[in-house]
């Protein structure tokens, strides 16, 4: 490799290939959830469920384009909304039971995909790319562009 400028070229031409490759695998591991709607899920997952406020604000995205978003997910039946117990005015998106179980469907096919892929690695080289990847993303928190939706 010539020098760090070739090696950071190199790096951003196979994050866009993993980026593709990645929409790509979800599109055939669910027909109806893009990569984005499965970021969306997985979030609310996590967070137990919030505001579509909140989603616009975590992946620094344009509330219509969040509200679209979550029309569609809604549609699909994959996302209602609920009034928040502790203020009336506010609903609060969630899970479905059918969302649930998209997600989960959808988490351990791409889960035996990667266990597929990284069958050949040694121990230390999966150590050595999870701390890489641990460190770039930990790098990326609040920059621009960074959203991670889609």
């Given at each position: 490799?010539?020098?760090?400028?070739?090696?950071?070229?190199?790096?951003?031409?196979?994050?866009?290939?993993?980026?593709?490759?990645?929409?790509?695998t979800a599109a055939r591991m669910h027909p109806e959830l893009s990569l984005v709607s499965f970021t969306l899920l997985s979030h609310l997952e996590d967070q137990g469920g919030c505001r579509a406020t909140?989603?616009?604000?975590?992946?620094?995205?344009?509330?219509?384009?969040?509200?679209?978003?979550?029309?569609?997910?809604?549609?699909?039946?994959?996302?209602?909304?609920?009034?928040?117990?502790?203020?009336?005015?506010?609903?609060?998106?969630?899970?479905?039971?059918?969302?649930?179980?998209?997600?989960?469907?959808?988490?351990?096919?791409?889960?035996?995909?990667?266990?597929?892929?990284?069958?050949?690695?040694?121990?230390?080289?999966?150590?050595?790319?999870?701390?890489?990847?641990?460190?770039?993303?930990?790098?990326?928190?609040?920059?621009?562009?960074?959203?991670?939706?889609?």
């Open positions: 490799m010539a020098d760090r400028g070739d090696a950071i070229e190199i790096i951003q031409r196979e994050m866009t290939v993993f980026a593709r490759r990645a929409r790509a909140d989603l616009a604000a975590h992946y620094t995205l344009d509330k219509s384009t969040i509200s679209r978003q979550v029309a569609a997910l809604e549609k699909a039946g994959l996302v209602e909304r609920r009034q928040d117990p502790a203020d009336h005015r506010v609903q609060v998106l969630h899970l479905t039971e059918r969302g649930v179980g998209v997600l989960a469907q959808v988490t351990d096919s791409r889960r035996i995909a990667f266990h597929e892929r990284l069958a050949g690695w040694s121990g230390p080289d999966l150590e050595r790319f999870a701390e890489y990847l641990l460190r770039y993303n930990a790098g990326a928190e609040g920059g621009p562009g960074e959203g991670g939706a889609g």
